[in-house]
DNA sequence: TGCACCTCTGAATAGCTGTTCATATGTTAA
DNA sequence: TTAACATATGAACAGCTATTCAGAGGTGCA
């Protein structure tokens, strides 16, 4: 016998199972504009070539050619990408002449990557046949 | 007076600012399967839905039905939602009858989920208007 | 057994995303 | 000024993804 009870969520009935469980979590749960934010950021981080550019910029700046070269990318590519970054704050650039010089602005994204990067290490010393890098 | 020199990357001529620069940030750059690893990671947090699954899992397990309800999905929808995460072991699963009960399996994720909660409206405390640039 | 129930799955579709190509903008040097 | 250069941008196309719908397991209860 699972009792379950039926509960009104943005004015539907829902079938639960545990009701207090849930309204209980459902409170906690961020607002859809937070949780919006969020997201967007894990999915600027969820592209491998976007990844490798924000890893390449985890030491300093790096011109838009030396970012190209870095992650094996198209100068548009690049540029195509690093503007996305830009738009949500997570790199910033500095214009010198013709050059443009990107750094990562963000240091929450910075912390998500140094967290990554340890894990991946981790990963590395349990698999070490893989190899450090191509 | 830009001295840029060419190098060469993986068979291929390229056109480099700081070549020093370059071949160390690129020796230091993780290997294709771990970068793939991790961006597959972060893809799976940056869908809105899916994230809050996983946020609603941070407490302990809960069944479909009340994932559910908690993140106003289908009953559809988070079940394939769930067999994405339970392939790349994010999440597993304890089955009770004919009820599933799924809980956060990946140590790894529960850290990038904290810190994003963590850091949710902070953002908004420090940048109030968001979209002026571009 | 029959039936309601919870979850899972496959197919299909609509929407999003990342790349390329061509071109524009702005800069430096001759 | 002209030419080469560094980056930025728009359009378009291919590939991926998330949702819905319909239905298929399995499970518990009468």
Redesign the pocket.
Known sequence: ??S?SEVQIDGCTV?V?DAPRVESVRSRMPGQEDLADTA?VF??L?????LRLLLALLDGEL??????AVTG????????????L?AHRVVA?R????????RLEDAHVRMLLDLAIAHTGHTQAIHPERGGND
Chains 1, 2 share one sequence.
């Open positions: 016998m699972n379950y079938r199972v967007e999915g600027l969820g592209d491998p070539n976007r011109c838009v050619c030396d970012l190209a990318q198209s100068e548009s590519a690049v540029s195509h990408a690093l503007r996305l830009r650039v214009r010198a002449g013709r050059m443009a010089y990107y």
